[in-house]
């Protein structure tokens, strides 16, 4: 027998040394490979974040002064297609009647008003008839004068545009201010070139989002010649890319372009203040483990002692098996079994484990049945608003008391639009249903696009009674509205359905600019990410997606939907949205898969 503090051969430290040095090195290795790590990562993360925030700012930036252009260009717009006001302008030049003269301008003030609105959101709106008869309405009142139109810088060049819009730099007005005005040709009756329209507005109005950023960020605007539109003062821009992030893009109501920049050294302060961080606490955290560590290693070692000491006098023939399933008779047995009770302890947190193991199974089948039941009720939440209806036909009522027609039939479709939407009947329909409530929609969208929007729908009487999820066809049908409102008119939406056995397949096409390969890739991917793990990815309900109603019509249809997306023959956008009917549709090809056979041209979801 061995005394215990005797070294072995060949021994040449003690297990507590030789535990506090391993502890030492490992976690000086893990403090190394984690600060390196983290460093990297962070700065990984920060560079991204940096060109993210760079970009995302010059979005904003460029689409608030996109925003306020446009309400120039739709005040110039409405102002040229009023007859009523073209009437009143040229009355008012041609009558000597001061009287008269008095009232026409009265008349051609309310009407600016009443098309402007109450906050006058410009700062000054002119108009000019070909004769230099010049008629101008400020926030601090209206002027009028005789001007030479030869003689302004703009004529020539809005003359030649002939109707289309000309937005000019910023300039120096009469009265000392920097404005930016846009200018727009008229004509009469007979399309003859009338007059011109100018509608003018603060340059500090409309830049005014850009003294909302962080002072450090440059931000520079130019126009198609390089001409420097922002700063005001004409500041040749320089832009170091090496030590700044910096991001371009062009407006979307006119050829200038945005830059927006910020210097790297900036962006980095968050790293280095992070790295700061992590370096002290590893510091404090490496000292307090050391020291851990020390402990840990004595408290090891002690039990070790003993177990040494008791391993010499232990027999395993003196306990049978049924000991290690059974507490110790008394507290001398306790102690003297002070080597085997953790392994009666692991053997009771055994026991312990499977109870709630089998607790916790029983747990999670009843939480994936309501996790399903309640997936279908998130992803078709209802609302009955009875209050807004009653309002919606208190505005319907009033309208037609005073001959609005029009408005009390808008209020009339929308009413009818949300008590379909709000119904909580049922949230399957029919497919008849589903294209009435996509004709409401055209309907509403005709009011606001004149006569430029159709709509035609192609699918056979046998097809029309079958159901399908509530709120399906229309959203597919929103959404191609707004893509073909890009283009040019006329807008055409088609809507045609086929059968093939058990499947049924509704198609909805425009003449829009098309799905971007971007996108038709990301709906793709989200797709085949749920089909995989069943799961319902990150996305606003509200807005009522492909992904929306795609997981609506897998819940509807027990996984045999599918969804695809092309190029329609109208060269715009064509969706393709397909579900089984009958218990035999669950044993078509599309089972468990969701996918449509290829076409061509054609992406298979």
């Known amino acids: 027998m061995v005394e215990y503090g005797m070294r072995y051969p060949g021994s040449s430290t003690t297990i507590s040394n030789w535990l506090f040095r391993s502890t030492a090195i490992l976690l000086t290795a893990v403090l190394i490979v984690f600060t390196v790590t983290t460093t990297l990562y962070i700065s990984r993360e920060i560079s991204r974040e940096a060109g993210r925030s760079v970009e995302e700012t010059n979005a904003a930036l460029a689409e608030s002064v996109d925003t306020a252009l446009i309400r120039m260009e739709t005040l110039s717009m409405q102002i040229s297609y009023s007859n009523l006001i073209l009437d009143r302008f040229s009355q008012y030049n041609k009558t000597v009647d001061q009287i008269r003269k008095h009232q026409y301008l009265n008349d051609l003030m309310d009407m600016f008003i009443l098309i402007a609105g109450p906050s006058r959101f410009y700062y000054q709106l002119t108009m000019y008839d070909l004769a230099g008869n010049m008629l101008g309405m400020r926030t601090t009142g209206q002027f009028q004068r005789q001007v030479n139109l030869e003689t302004l810088p703009f004529f020539e060049e809005v003359y030649r545009l002939d109707g289309r819009k000309l937005i000019s730099a910023p300039y120096i007005n009469e009265r000392g201010v920097p404005v930016i005005s846009l200018y727009r040709l008229f004509f009469d009756q007979y399309n003859r070139p009338a007059g011109i329209i100018e509608v003018t507005e603060r340059a500090s109005v409309i830049f005014s989002a850009f003294r909302t950023v962080n002072p450090s960020t440059g931000i520079f605007l130019t126009d198609e010649s390089g001409f420097i539109i922002y700063p005001l003062t004409g500041e040749e821009p320089a832009i170091d890319s090496s030590s700044s992030v910096s991001h371009s893009m062009e407006l979307s109501t006119i050829p200038w372009s945005l830059t927006v920049t910020r210097p790297k050294r900036e962006l980095l302060k968050p790293l280095v203040l992070m790295l700061i961080i992590v370096v002290s606490v590893g510091v404090v955290i490496f000292a307090f483990s050391l020291a851990f560590s020390y402990v840990i290693t004595r408290k090891i070692t002690n039990p070790i002692i003993q177990l040494t000491r008791e391993m010499e006098t232990y027999s395993l023939e003196d306990r049978s098996a049924a000991d290690f399933s059974t507490e110790p008779a008394n507290a001398s047995e306790t102690e003297a079994d002070t080597g085997f009770s953790e392994l009666n302890s692991i053997k009771h947190s055994f026991r312990l484990m499977d109870e709630r193991l089998r607790s916790s199974v029983e747990e999670l089948i009843t939480t994936r049945t ?236």
């Open 370 to 605: 309501q996790e399903l039941y309640s997936r279908m009720l998130a992803l078709q939440a209802q609302m009955n608003p009875h209050f807004l209806y009653n309002s919606l036909a208190q505005i319907s009522i009033t309208a037609d008391e005073n001959g609005e027609i029009e408005i009390s039939r808008m209020v009339e479709s929308i009413s009818h639009m949300l008590r379909y939407t709000g119904s909580s009947r049922s949230s399957t329909v029919t497919l008849q249903d589903e294209i009435n409530h996509c004709r409401q929609y055209i309907t509403m969208m005709e009011h606001r696009y004149e006569k430029h929007l159709s709509l035609a729908v192609d699918i056979p009487e046998t097809l029309l009674a079958l159901p399908l999820p509530k709120l399906i066809l229309q959203p597919l049908v929103e959404n191609a509205v707004k893509a073909c409102t890009r283009n040019r008119p006329p807008w055409i939406i088609r809507i045609s359905g086929t059968r093939n056995g058990t499947e049924i397949v509704v198609t909805i096409a425009d003449n829009g600019p098309g799905f971007k390969p971007e996108a038709a890739e990301m709906i793709t991917r989200k797709q085949r990410e749920y089909r995989d793990s069943q799961l319902i990815p990150g996305f606003d309900i509200e807005g009522m997606g492909l992904l929306n109603i795609y997981i609506r019509l897998m819940l509807f249809s027990r996984n045999n939907a599918a969804i695809r997306i092309g190029t329609s023959v109208m060269g715009g956008a064509e969706i393709a949205v397909s579900w089984t009917v009958g218990d035999e549709g669950y044993d078509s090809p599309t089972r468990n898969t969701g996918r449509l056979p290829a076409a061509k041209g054609k992406t298979p979801l």
